[in-house]
Nanobody
Framework: QVQLVESGGGMVQAGGSLTVSCAAS????????MGWFRQAPGKEREFVAA????????HYAESVKGRFNISRDNAKNTVYLQMNDLKPEDTANYFC????????????????????WGQGTQVTVSS
């Protein structure tokens, strides 16, 4: 069992930066691929970024590529999402996800690929 707790959300002006974190409990974190999704009001949950167990392989949604960076610290059981040049359309509740698999092989952009979810942290970008 893995429990995920997100933090670091808040309000920021367009063009600003924010880093959200996800702390995981459980002994399998270092062997698990991790991901970030987001969900805006009235919209489906969408993929943002993912990172493999070792932190070497990453994958991003086209809408955030070049602006967001996902990283992890296995010693701290934590995964981060650094968000730069934020836009109002980035406003959403950001969710952390963990997979029982360590690689990013498969449909990582779909919610069904992921086995554990956090409760989310709200990010609001004002124009």
């Amino acid at each position: 069992q893995v429990q995920l707790v997100e933090s670091g959300g808040g309000m920021v002006q367009a063009g600003g930066s924010l880093t959200v974190s996800c702390a995981a409990s459980g002994r399998t974190f270092s062997s698990s691929a991790m991901g970030w999704f987001r969900q805006a009001p009235g919209k489906e949950r969408e993929f943002v970024a993912a990172i493999n167990w070792g932190g070497v392989v990453t994958h991003y949604a086209e809408s955030v590529k070049g602006r967001f960076n996902i990283s992890r610290d296995n010693a701290k059981n934590t995964v981060y999402l650094q968000m730069n040049d934020l836009k109002p359309e980035d406003t959403a509740n950001y969710f952390c996800a963990a997979s029982s698999r360590g690689t990013l092989i498969g449909a990582v952009v779909t919610t069904r690929h992921w086995d554990y979810w956090g409760q989310g942290t709200q990010v609001t970008v004002s124009s």
